[in-house]
Protein backbone atom coordinates (compact mmCIF):
# COMPACT_ATOMS: atom_id res chain seq x y z
CA UNK A 1 0.00 0.00 0.00
CA UNK A 2 1.34 3.47 -0.70
CA UNK A 3 -0.22 6.54 0.93
CA UNK A 4 -0.28 10.13 0.66
CA UNK A 5 0.11 12.38 3.82
CA UNK A 6 -2.92 12.41 5.37
CA UNK A 7 -5.27 15.79 4.43
CA UNK A 8 -2.78 17.15 2.39
CA UNK A 9 -4.37 16.38 -1.31
CA UNK A 10 -7.78 16.99 -0.16
CA UNK A 11 -8.92 19.38 2.07
CA UNK A 12 -12.10 18.81 4.99
CA UNK A 13 -12.93 20.01 8.03
CA UNK A 14 -12.35 16.37 9.30
CA UNK A 15 -10.05 14.89 7.22
CA UNK A 16 -9.32 13.20 4.32
CA UNK A 17 -6.94 10.33 3.64
CA UNK A 18 -5.74 8.71 0.11
CA UNK A 19 -4.60 5.20 -0.40
CA UNK A 20 -3.49 3.08 -2.92
CA UNK A 21 -3.02 -0.48 -3.56
CA UNK A 22 -0.89 -2.20 -6.22
CA UNK A 23 0.22 -5.91 -7.33
CA UNK A 24 3.19 -5.95 -8.61
CA UNK A 25 3.95 -2.33 -10.03
CA UNK A 26 -0.15 -2.34 -11.75
CA UNK A 27 -3.02 0.00 -9.51
CA UNK A 28 -5.61 -2.61 -8.52
CA UNK A 29 -7.48 0.24 -6.24
CA UNK A 30 -7.27 3.90 -4.65
CA UNK A 31 -9.06 4.43 -2.01
CA UNK A 32 -9.62 8.22 -0.96
CA UNK A 33 -11.67 9.35 2.13
CA UNK A 34 -12.98 12.34 3.21
CA UNK A 35 -14.80 13.36 6.32
CA UNK A 36 -16.94 16.61 7.20
CA UNK A 37 -18.70 17.68 10.28
CA UNK A 38 -22.23 16.58 8.53
CA UNK A 39 -21.23 13.04 6.92
CA UNK A 40 -18.06 10.89 5.17
CA UNK A 41 -17.22 9.76 2.09
CA UNK A 42 -15.29 7.17 0.53
CA UNK A 43 -14.27 6.47 -3.61
CA UNK A 44 -12.93 3.33 -4.43
CA UNK A 45 -11.75 3.61 -8.13
CA UNK A 46 -11.10 0.31 -9.89
CA UNK A 47 -8.79 1.02 -13.40
CA UNK A 48 -9.93 -1.89 -15.10
CA UNK A 49 -8.74 -2.04 -18.97
CA UNK A 50 -10.42 0.60 -20.53
CA UNK A 51 -12.60 2.17 -18.20
CA UNK A 52 -12.54 3.32 -14.42
CA UNK A 53 -15.27 1.86 -11.77
CA UNK A 54 -16.19 4.26 -9.10
CA UNK A 55 -17.66 3.22 -6.22
CA UNK A 56 -18.95 6.16 -3.80
CA UNK A 57 -20.40 5.05 -0.42
CA UNK A 58 -21.55 8.13 1.57
CA UNK A 59 -22.27 8.66 5.72
CA UNK A 60 -25.14 11.34 6.21
CA UNK A 61 -25.17 12.50 9.54
CA UNK A 62 -28.50 13.29 10.86
CA UNK A 63 -27.11 15.93 12.87
CA UNK A 64 -23.59 18.33 13.18
CA UNK A 65 -20.88 15.40 14.37
CA UNK A 66 -20.09 17.54 17.38
CA UNK A 67 -23.68 17.36 18.95
CA UNK A 68 -25.50 14.54 21.30
CA UNK A 69 -24.02 12.30 19.60
CA UNK A 70 -26.35 9.28 21.53
CA UNK A 71 -28.99 10.98 19.17
CA UNK A 72 -26.39 11.08 16.00
CA UNK A 73 -27.99 8.96 13.25
CA UNK A 74 -26.03 7.93 10.00
CA UNK A 75 -27.64 7.37 6.75
CA UNK A 76 -25.77 5.31 4.35
CA UNK A 77 -26.07 4.97 0.72
CA UNK A 78 -23.83 4.23 -2.15
CA UNK A 79 -23.07 5.27 -5.95
CA UNK A 80 -22.11 3.24 -8.99
CA UNK A 81 -20.16 5.01 -11.49
CA UNK A 82 -17.64 4.46 -14.33
CA UNK A 83 -15.83 6.83 -16.02
CA UNK A 84 -15.14 6.05 -19.59
CA UNK A 85 -13.32 8.25 -22.40
CA UNK A 86 -13.82 10.93 -19.82
CA UNK A 87 -17.74 10.72 -19.64
CA UNK A 88 -18.90 9.58 -16.00
CA UNK A 89 -22.15 7.19 -16.31
CA UNK A 90 -24.10 6.38 -13.65
CA UNK A 91 -25.49 3.45 -12.56
CA UNK A 92 -29.24 3.10 -11.47
CA UNK A 93 -29.88 -0.50 -10.57
CA UNK A 94 -28.44 -3.02 -12.07
CA UNK A 95 -31.50 -3.89 -14.37
CA UNK A 96 -32.10 0.33 -15.72
CA UNK A 97 -29.94 1.53 -18.09
CA UNK A 98 -27.47 4.28 -16.72
CA UNK A 99 -27.23 8.07 -17.37
CA UNK A 100 -24.68 10.25 -18.27
CA UNK A 101 -23.39 13.28 -16.42
CA UNK A 102 -20.54 16.60 -17.36
CA UNK A 103 -19.20 15.91 -14.20
CA UNK A 104 -15.52 15.94 -13.96
CA UNK A 105 -14.67 15.68 -10.53
CA UNK A 106 -14.72 12.18 -9.75
CA UNK A 107 -12.31 12.14 -12.83
CA UNK A 108 -10.43 14.89 -11.78
CA UNK A 109 -9.88 13.70 -7.79
CA UNK A 110 -8.68 10.39 -8.99
CA UNK A 111 -5.61 12.16 -11.07
CA UNK A 112 -4.95 14.37 -8.27
CA UNK A 113 -4.65 11.51 -6.04
CA UNK A 114 -2.48 9.41 -8.26
CA UNK A 115 0.03 12.57 -8.67
CA UNK A 116 -0.20 13.05 -4.88
CA UNK A 117 0.69 9.38 -4.88
CA UNK A 118 3.34 9.21 -7.29
CA UNK A 119 5.59 11.97 -5.34
CA UNK A 120 4.83 10.78 -2.03
CA UNK A 121 6.34 7.40 -3.47
CA UNK A 122 9.46 9.23 -4.90
CA UNK A 123 9.71 10.74 -1.96
CA UNK A 124 10.18 7.82 0.25
Do not use: C
Not at 42 to 63: C, G, H, M, R, W
Amino acid sequence: MVAAEPNTVFKSTEGSTVEAYYENKDLKILKIAIYGEMGRFKLFYYPIEDILAVVKNTIQYSQHLYWDEDTLIEYPSQQKMIIKDGQLYYFVDSNEPMYTSDNTWYAEAYEKAVAALNDADANS
